[in-house]
């Protein structure tokens, strides 16, 4: 084999080499960040259902302080008897 192509030769087995490395690493980049938008996805459903259960109970109590006392309107509309 002549110089030029043992230069050859080993010019494109390291660019190919190169090239199945970068591959192989961008790959398990893209699989983390992947990763990353399902662990954010679930905290924020877990973050929203705290928040739903929140409100649920919130709604609950209100229901209740309603029942025990009466709630009329103080604000002075005309029309009410506040004058």
Do not use: W
Not at 15 to 35: D, G, L, N, S, Y
């Amino acid at each position: 084999m002549s110089r030029a192509s043992k230069l050859t030769l080993m010019g494109t087995s390291l660019f190919a080499t190169t090239t199945v490395i970068f591959v192989h690493f961008q790959q398990k980049t893209e699989k983390a960040a992947m990763h990353e938008g399902v662990v954010r996805d679930m905290e924020q459903q877990r973050i929203k259902r705290e928040r739903q259960l929140d409100f649920e109970l919130q709604r609950t109590l209100e229901q209740e302080y309603k029942k025990g006392q009466t709630v009329r309107d103080t604000t002075g509309n005309p029309g009410d008897g506040a004058r």
